[in-house]
Structures are given as C-alpha cells and as structure tokens.
C-alpha cells in the first residue's frame, strides 16, 4: 500500500515536473505493483483466453501496419 501511494506521488510529482524517466519508471512500478495484487484473478484466467488476447493483438497492429503503408 505504502509503495503505491509513493508511486502515484512521483508520477505526479515527475508529471507536473515533465521528468519523463520518472514518468516511465513510475508508472511501470505501479503496472506492476496492480499485477501482483491481482495475480490470483489472471491466474484463473484459462490459458486460452490470453492466446485468445494476444491474436486479436496481432491481427489490429497489422491492420494498423497496412493502414500506415498507403
């Protein structure tokens, strides 16, 4: 709990400051940090769903890609 509040104030903090290292650094601690307190839920995820996740994934930045080409 301490090490969330101390990240949300460092990106604050970094944000308002424009200290973009802090900013990444910051709000990868936090994307983290969420992960591991909800790692039971996307544990209970069956294994498909993320395979499932990671094709449509694949198949929107490809459209992208061919979108961006022309």
């Known amino acids: ?35 591991y307190v909800t790692r039971d839920f996307w544990l209970s995820i069956e294994w498909w769903v993320y395979l499932f996740v990671a094709g449509v994934i694949l198949v929107l930045v490809a459209i992208k890609q061919e979108k961006d080409s022309y």
């Open 1 to 35: 709990m301490i090490l969330g509040a101390v990240g949300v104030i460092i990106l604050l903090a970094a944000t308002i400051t424009y200290h973009k290292d802090y900013v990444i650094a910051s709000s990868v601690t936090l994307v983290l940090l969420v992960l």
